[in-house]
């Protein structure tokens, strides 16, 4: 019985094809640390502005702004919140961020659909008055003020509270406040809306400002200026505040006390002129209280950037002496405490006009409470002058009229890059309040950079494994401080007034002093760029002297470190591009551009083939264009050009894959083989056709004459192919009959006989074709063969976004080799299926964790798909070509109708990722303000999808 053929049919999935990608953001802010490779290389943002918002007792509030617009909020020496490159301003339950909308940080909601260009805050220095108003400005001009206004601070046209934004109202005519181009914060007694050519204000009639309560009015005697060319400074950088006092106590020490009114001096900018409401050469005696009386503003025709305001009042007077710092010359004018410290101390020193005290001077700075202050030379020397109680300043010494030279013990302060002074806040001055003082001096070292002083105790100290670039040191209008240092590799530290001792701010990367400009290291070059023997592009890189030496080859989205010589595997065209680094700072990018064919030897070949006396050579996907093939039968090599009959016997067979053009060895492979030559069989007779069986002869009518009978055929050895036809009945039942002339008389009619089926002889076969199928019975499977896919290019694993800017895009240019080796003609079809782009933990704002998981669509990605590449087989486009999104499900990429796709092809794919500017919250910590599902902006982090790719077949 013969078996049927039976048809296996095979599935593949290729699900080893399953891999993570990573994603972060191009150019990076100030970014938290700890995070996988960066998307760029560490770009520094500086300092542009320090500002104290607000000094009270013993507490300083300032803020930090960086040349990339973004802040950090400080209390004292500590964040005041967690650091977002995404927020550019915050107040007290409020937060604007990149794209203009501002957000409640309580709800993480907003308070409008609104965008705005500016958000402020303050507090009315009033009775009844417990919370703070809130004013932004929108991007067409107008002002939305929320919050108290009991007091009609708001300017709404009521005096009612608001708990969602209104607009600002012109007094003049009740409508809203248009063309508005900036809101200044006067004091905790009003703010200013600057238009074009006018100044509205709202809030206290303090100095007889035009105020009304409940709406905004123009201000009068104001000096005319144009395109909203009016701004608003302040001494020290401070905006807001108190005054205090010393009392003397019976031991002869004395203790501090606040009055809690406003000291601030403040300055106005009209159209490039400065103004004061008090001149700057006479004490300002706290003009926000001082009287309700307008007061003209005064031309002060210095610039006061450089002015160091002391203030200090005392039961027995006051003193405010002022330094100024104009180039290198350095000016004081004021009232020295040194009369008015103790009550029976004698030479101090009125200036009731500028004098010129020293040339020469980089810098200089002061001490809280007190008059004495702080020079460092351009030289690199430091000098002190005014107050020395008990040798505070490391001289002896009670007092210096003129700067004084400060050495320390063993010239510790020679050399000295930058000054500071570290406040002690809360101290009483029953201990005089002192702090200590900082010197930078880069020849000492990193980590041992920094010089520590207070007095006679002088010691060298730094940070491990830092070097430090410089200081910043915000201070309130009493001369209250605080030292932050910055090094060199960007990282802020709090330096202390105790223990000399930096403690790191977390949080705040790359951060550079204002002014200063961080040593670029030289740009690599390209010192050699050959092929190697497999066509591949080989380059070494001279790096110079730098520590930190990397490469790229996705267009600078990922870094690599480099090792020497660089081999280039992908094919097509590349940009490579290669930076040097010295663990803060980065080169100019070095980037060429070029075209790689490499000779890919599929893993396993050669392959050596032998059927009975035929050797055949297999190289799979080997490239033929720039390739050759050696074949050597015991040691004698000739060129492959097809499969070839070895004789009977054991031989030494080698395959070699040679480079066409400089031939040189590619790829081996060594066989022993016996070669068995075919036999050929002997012929088998074919059997004498049994004759069919003579039916019963039909009744012989009468005879004709002589008749003559039809002879049955002798069978020959070979019968021809051609069946025998089957015997007619003869007249006699002999198998061979004798004619003769005579006939054989008739036998008499019987009926006649069902005569029995013909059989038809088989036909006589070529011996040499073997045995015909159905001589035996016969079991076999059709085998899928070679099938598999190969994904090549980069996966994009472990890349950060260290950025929340705008516009973002990740590129990828890769290809799939999918090989259809089973002679089956199935068809395929080959997919992919992405998941969506979910994010490490990263910080939450309301809780101050890392708990916060945020998530990106797949659909952020798309892919586009071009012509594929025959690398061996038939001439036919597989690719389904087009740009595709990605959604949740899969995307076929390309497609083999049946008896289409066999052999190997290349099917080229370009991804792009669009990074958007919000996400999704998948899950938050207890406690949280976020809510899943919300949107939220684009947060810096780590992002992975799940990639599925899918070979699918079928016979």
Do not use: C
Not at 26 to 43: D, E, R, W, Y
Not at 754 to 777: C, K, Q, R, Y
Not at 928 to 942: E, F, P
């Amino acid at each position: 019985m013969r078996k049927q053929r039976t048809h296996t049919t095979y599935k593949k999935t290729r699900s080893g094809f399953i891999f993570f990608l990573v994603l972060m953001l191009l150019v990076p802010a100030l970014t938290f640390s700890g995070m996988a490779p960066k998307a760029q290389g560490a770009s520094f943002k500086s300092v542009v502005d320090v500002t104290t918002t607000y000094a009270l007792d013993n507490d300083v509030y300032f803020r930090v702004t960086f040349s990339d617009e973004s802040k950090a909020y400080f209390h004292n020496n500590t964040l005041e919140y967690p650091y977002d490159a995404n927020i550019l301003d915050r107040v007290p339950g409020y937060y604007r961020d990149r794209d203009g909308y501002i957000w409640n940080s309580s709800t993480n909601t907003k308070i409008s659909s609104l965008t705005y260009t500016s958000l402020v805050s303050y507090k009315l220095n009033m009775s009844g008055v417990v919370a703070p108003s809130y004013f932004a400005l929108t991007t067409d001009g107008k002002v939305h003020a929320w919050g108290e206004g009991i007091k009609g601070q708001l300017g709404t046209g009521s005096v009612a509270d608001r708990t969602t934004p209104g607009f600002v109202k012109n007094g003049l005519d009740s409508t809203d406040l248009t063309g508005v181009k900036k809101i200044l914060v006067y004091s905790d007694m009003g703010v200013f809306f600057v238009k074009d050519t006018q100044v509205f204000f709202v809030g206290y009639n303090v100095l007889g400002l035009n105020a009304n309560l409940g709406v905004s009015m123009p201000q009068t005697g104001i000096p005319a200026f144009t395109n909203g060319s009016f701004d608003l400074k302040f001494v020290n950088n401070v905006m807001l505040t108190s005054d205090g006092s010393l009392k003397k106590e019976t031991d002869g020490s004395y203790n501090f006390s606040y009055n809690h009114y406003d000291k601030s001096r403040r300055y106005f900018i009209i159209n490039g002129q400065t103004y004061t409401y008090t001149s700057f050469y006479s004490p300002d005696g706290g003009e926000d209280r001082a009287s309700s009386t307008t007061k003209a503003l005064v031309p002060f025709n210095e610039d006061p950037n450089g002015v160091l305001k002391t203030h200090v009042s005392l039961q027995v007077g006051y003193f405010e002496l002022y330094t100024s710092l104009e180039g290198s010359n350095l000016y004081r004018w004021g009232q020295s405490s040194m009369a008015k410290w103790y009550p029976d101390t004698t030479g101090g020193i009125n200036f009731s006009s500028k004098e010129l005290m020293t040339t020469g001077v980089k810098k200089t700075t002061s001490t809280n409470f007190t008059s004495l202050n702080l020079i460092l030379k351009e030289d690199g020397t430091t000098f002190v002058y005014g107050e020395n109680n008990s040798g505070y300043a490391g001289v002896s010494g009670s007092a210096y009229p003129s700067p004084k030279r400060v050495y320390g013990p063993n010239d510790e302060l020679t050399d000295v890059a930058d000054i500071g002074y570290a406040g002690l806040q809360g101290a009483t001055f029953k201990t005089m309040g002192m702090g200590a003082f900082y010197a930078l001096v880069p020849s000492r070292g990193a980590g041992n950079d920094l010089v520590y002083w207070k007095g006679s105790t002088f010691k060298t100290t730094g940070v491990a494994g830092e070097a430090f670039a410089g200081f910043i040191e915000p201070r309130a209008g009493t001369g209250d401080s605080v030292l932050l240092g910055i090094t060199k590799a960007g990282n802020v530290y709090s330096l202390s007034p105790t223990t000399g001792v930096g403690s790191k701010i977390p949080g705040l990367t790359n951060v550079a002093p204002e002014g200063y400009v961080p040593t670029t290291p030289e740009q690599p070059t390209i010192t050699s760029q050959t092929l190697d023997s497999y066509n591949r592009n080989t380059l070494t890189v001279d790096y110079g002297t730098s520590s930190v030496k990397e490469y790229s080859l996705d267009n600078g989205t990922t870094w690599t470190p480099y090792t020497a010589p660089i081999v280039i595997t992908q094919s097509g065209s590349i940009t490579f591009k290669a930076r040097a680094g010295d663990g803060s700072t980065y080169s100019t990018i070095l980037t060429t551009t070029f075209t790689n064919t490499p000779i890919v030897i599929p893993t396993g070949y050669p392959k050596i083939l032998i059927s009975d006396d035929i050797v055949t050579i297999d190289i799979g996907s080997t490239p033929t264009s720039t390739t050759k093939v050696y074949v050597s039968i015991d040691g004698v090599e000739s060129l492959y050009t097809a499969p070839v009959k070895i004789s009977e016997g054991t031989h030494v067979v080698k395959a070699t894959i040679k480079n066409k053009t400089t031939d040189a060895v590619l790829g081996e492979a060594t066989e022993t083989v016996t070669s068995v030559p075919v036999a050929t069989p002997t012929p088998t007779p074919t059997a004498t056709p049994t004759p069919t069986a003579t039916p019963t002869p039909t009744a012989t009518p009468t005879p004709t004459a002589t008749p003559t009978p039809t002879a049955t055929p002798t069978p020959t050895a070979t019968p021809t192919p051609t069946a025998t036809p089957t015997p007619t009945a003869t007249p006699t039942p002999t198998a061979t009959p004798t004619p003769t002339a005579t006939p054989t008389p008739t036998v008499t009619p019987t009926p006649t006989a069902t005569p029995t089926p013909t059989v038809t002889p088989a036909p006589t076969l070529d011996p040499s074709w073997g045995n015909p199928i159905g001589s035996e019975d016969v079991t076999f499977n059709v085998l899928s063969g070679g099938f598999s896919s190969q994904f090549n290019g980069l996966l994009l694993d472990t890349v950060t976004i260290s950025t929340t800017n705008q516009y973002q895009v990740l590129n990828s240019v890769t290809n799939s080799i999918i090989e259809d080796s089973r002679g089956t003609g199935a068809g395929w079809n080959y997919s992919l299926k992405v998941t969506d782009f979910i994010s490490d933990p990263v910080i939450d704002n309301s809780l101050g964790e890392n708990n916060l998981v945020v998530k990106m669509p797949s659909n952020s990605l798309s892919v586009d798909v071009s012509n594929s590449k025959v690398m061996a087989g038939q001439d036919t486009n597989l690719s389904l070509n087009g740009t595709y999104v990605f959604n949740a499900e899969p995307v076929v990429l390309a497609k083999a109708e049946e008896f289409q796709g066999m052999g190997q092809y290349q099917i080229p794919m370009s991804y792009m990722l669009r990074v958007p500017d919000k996400v999704e919250v998948v899950s938050t910590g207890s406690g949280s303000n976020y809510q899943v599902g919300a949107k939220t902006g684009l947060r810096v982090g780590t992002y992975r999808s799940q990639f599925t790719f899918t070979l699918a077949s079928g016979i």
